[in-house]
């Protein structure tokens, strides 16, 4: 089935909107009629609407899931394209990650992982193109670079952080590491320029925007250091779970594990292609509107919609003045991530950084295409950004950049997640201030309506192993309401 997400380009056919996905749900509703109540209603088919979903289903409830697009997934989710799967969003999981590996053993998915990288031939090495000219070394030179450079950057106790952040899901466990969220990355980068070498300060500063993908101003220094913490505070643990693991068959290989499951229950009812437009809380029921006018009522409802949308929605109650001042701020990832299918064989094993000048700033050979040629994966960010099908000879520029004469360009496939109208950004990534302020309300519920989402997990917020720790965490509370356990239990 093909989505109405997602854009391919070749020179054969030129630009087309919509890329086949497996997670296209089709028929997109099992729902006859609206009138019956579902126990819950789980708003959004991301990893937090689909774990809710599935453990409220497994747990007895009836549940009934909208979503807007036409598939389920949200901002992870693969296309097949010639039986290959570019990922669109959300791509790379790690075993450190304990939400999302519990899933992976559940679906006894361990062995359809791949890594992405893979030195071992053609042009192996990393390319560093800045304003200054072009450096090429090897890939253990290029560790060396970005360890030395970050070790700096988030050195600020003597600890590598260790000091400030020593629990990675309890991230302001130290009152101290509150200070941090007020500064930027910009701050941080000015108290260190003297100690960085000009390439140390460009491969830092576009490693840290690979993480925002918003500017250096915009960018909290304290959410970095968190990202740095979970990541083990070093660099090689950055690297291992952030961009090295990722299924053979794509994101949405997995996410349809999660809606299946669901489905086999028999109690899961769905609508797809229908995004909500107001929520009513009336105390006894919430009652879900959707803007062509259907409604739907349920005992609890469990929202997922993210964090750049949530002002789009209306609420009876109204949010409370934090909650809607969070999201009226929004998180600041406008994330530019475009594949590109190449010729050049050779290319499997590179990596390279172009920064500041170019529209897509770090990439990396990241597989090999049924046709034999290389899938170079690039990312750019808000501090240089472009709407890549608005003009696609600069898009195919700003991949010609990044290994000027190495870039035949066969294919492009992206999503504009900046124009998503479901996402308005790609993964959360925090200003100055807004979690010192804001994550507690957030986290919030809200009368009878639970809040879940990876962009205000506890842990791993941001990443996919956030969204099924807020999924779990709501349909804990969720199934503890409706249905008390009979069981007296353990209270720890
Ligand atoms: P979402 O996936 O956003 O789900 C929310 C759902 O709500 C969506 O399906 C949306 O359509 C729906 N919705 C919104 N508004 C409405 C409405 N009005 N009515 C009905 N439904 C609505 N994470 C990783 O772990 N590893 C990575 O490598 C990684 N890379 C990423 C790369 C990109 C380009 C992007 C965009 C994200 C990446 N992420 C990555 C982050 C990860 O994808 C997200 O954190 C995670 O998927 C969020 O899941 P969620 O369910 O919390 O939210």
Redesign the pocket.
């Known amino acids: 089935m093909t989505s109405r997400d997602g854009f391919q380009w070749t020179p054969e056919d030129g630009l087309k909107q919509g890329v086949p996905s497996i997670g296209v749900i089709s028929p997109p509703t099992n729902v006859a009629s609206a009138s019956q109540p579902w126990d819950v209603i789980v708003?959004?088919?991301?990893?937090?609407?689909?774990t809710a979903t599935r453990d409220l289903c497994v747990a007895g409830l009836r549940v009934l899931l909208?979503?807007?697009?036409d598939r389920?997934?949200?901002?992870?989710w693969s296309s097949n394209i010639g039986n290959y799967p570019f990922e669109?969003?959300?791509?790379?999981?790690h075993w450190g990650?304990p939400h999302?590996w519990r899933e992976i053993s559940r679906y006894n998915m361990r062995s359809e992982m791949e890594p992405s990288f893979d030195f071992s031939r053609g042009v192996n090495h990393f390319q560093l193109r800045t304003n200054d000219g072009t450096s090429i070394m090897s890939h253990e030179d290029e560790d060396t670079l970005l360890a030395t450079a970050l070790h700096k950057f988030v050195d600020v106790d003597g600890s590598l952080g260790r000091k400030v952040i020593p629990f990675a899901h309890d991230a302001f466990h130290v009152p101290e590491a509150r200070q941090y969220d007020s500064m930027s990355a910009k701050d941080r980068l000015d108290a260190i320029a003297l100690s960085l070498t000009p390439n140390e300060r460009a491969a830092l500063e576009s490693f840290v925007l690979l993480c925002s993908c918003g500017t250096l101003e915009t960018t909290s220094f304290f959410e970095f250091l968190h990202w740095w913490a979970l990541c083990g505070y070093t660099y090689q643990g950055c690297m291992d779970s952030?961009?090295s693991y990722k299924f053979k068959g794509g994101q949405s290989s997995f996410a349809i594990r999660f809606f299946s499951e669901a489905k086999q229950s028999g109690r899961l009812s769905y609508v797809f292609n229908?995004?909500?437009?107001s929520i009513t809380d009336e105390g006894g029921k919430v009652t879900l509107t959707t803007r062509d006018g259907r409604q739907y009522i349920g005992a609890r409802l469990v929202s997922?919609?993210?964090l750049n949308?949530l002002n789009?929605?209306s609420f009876t109650p109204p949010l409370d003045p934090q909650r809607m001042a969070a999201a009226n701020k929004g998180h600041v990832n406008q994330?530019v991530?475009v594949h590109a299918e190449i010729s050049n064989k050779d290319m499997r094993s590179w990596t390279g950084i172009s920064y500041p000048f170019n529209k897509l700033t770090y990439a990396i050979g990241d597989g090999t295409t049924p046709a034999g040629n290389t899938h170079i994966v690039c990312f750019g960010g808000f501090h240089n950004h472009m709407h890549p099908e608005e003009d696609v000879q600069e898009t195919k520029k700003a991949v010609e950049n990044m290994a000027p004469g190495n870039m035949d360009i066969k294919r492009l496939v992206f999503?504009n997640?900046s124009k998503d109208e479901?996402?308005k950004g790609?993964?959360?990534f925090s200003p100055p201030g807004l979690l010192s302020t804001s994550l507690d309300a957030l986290r919030r519920r809200h009368g009878n309506i639970v809040f879940?989402?990876?962009?205000w997990a506890a842990g791993?917020r941001?990443?996919?192993?956030?969204?099924i720790e807020?999924?779990t965490r709501a349909a804990m509370t969720v199934k503890e309401e409706l249905q008390p356990s009979p069981a007296p239990r353990l209270r720890l």
């Open positions: 708003i959004g088919g991301g990893y937090s609407g689909l909208v979503e807007a697009r389920i997934g949200g901002r992870s669109m969003g959300g791509t790379w999981v990650q999302v952030l961009i229908s995004p909500v437009r997922t919609i993210p949308v789009s929605i994330c991530k999503h997640w479901f996402a790609a993964w959360f879940a989402n990876s962009d791993w941001s990443f996919i192993d956030g969204a807020e999924g």
